[in-house]
């Protein structure tokens, strides 16, 4: 039972917005929602969380509705180098990360 | 955020021997997770270490196939006990770093059992 649901793959075109969504329906109320990207045979990369607000830092935005149910990641303008299995993982304990099969996101130039 | 240096950054082994992969972190953590990622799949937790306890495994995963050690708080090493083919993946460490328990992941070990 996949505790998130994410497309399988997206294609963007260079320059232009990212929004890669994630189903996160059974998040319990103390979970951060984490974003990490993994760019092909590197070790994965932390990019965002957030709790209940939206959050905006150098590399991303994420938007959480309100009812927590969900979030969007947004990358706002894609390049090449942003081409990477993004993944959406509810947590923020210690007990480590269970990564669900994330999102190709492809950026076309 | 934490640097962590892996080695071997990818190996070609014999099947039925051994492995040991380390994992140094520039700073002192508390704790250090072991990853494995077979190929076109994503990651799964192998174990947490803790310096100065026993290491926890998760489901599906036993120590004598995969022991590791934890000697202090910057270094860590995974062996890959008794090898065939089926091991063959990227095995990453990571560390819990941050006051938001945000994760650092190593560069992996990709690892080929023949």
């Known amino acids: 039972d996949a505790k998130t649901t994410q497309p399988t793959s997206m294609d963007c075109a260079e320059g232009r917005a990212a929004n890669l969504p994630c189903n996160h329906s059974?998040?319990?109320?103390?979970?951060?929602v984490y974003w990490y990207r993994q760019i092909h045979s590197q070790g994965p990369q932390y990019i965002i969380h957030?709790?209940?607000n939206n959050e905006t830092n150098e590399m991303a935005s994420l938007i959480i509705t309100e009812d927590r149910k969900s979030s969007t990641l947004i990358l706002p303008h894609a390049t090449l180098r942003d081409t990477a299995v993004y993944y959406c993982i509810p947590g923020g304990g210690a007990d480590g990360l269970t990564f669900g099969k994330g999102t190709h996101l492809i950026i076309q130039p | 955020s934490a640097v962590i240096s892996q080695k071997p950054s990818r190996d070609i082994c014999q099947r039925g021997t051994s492995l040991t992969i380390q994992c140094q972190v520039d700073?002192?953590?508390?704790?250090m997770f072991w990853y494995r990622q077979q190929p076109g799949q994503s990651l799964t937790l192998i174990a947490t270490a803790n310096q100065g306890s026993e290491a926890t495994y998760e489901s599906g995963f036993v120590i004598d196939k995969f022991p590791i050690s934890r000697p202090n708080l910057t270094f860590s090493t995974l062996t890959v006990s008794n090898m065939s083919p089926e091991d063959s993946s990227i095995y990453l460490c990571s560390v819990l770093t941050g006051p938001y328990y945000g994760y650092t992941f190593g560069s992996g070990t990709r690892l080929t059992v023949v």
């Open positions: 059974t998040i319990s109320g103390n979970e951060y």
């Open positions: 957030g709790l209940k």
């Open positions: 700073s002192q953590v508390t704790m």
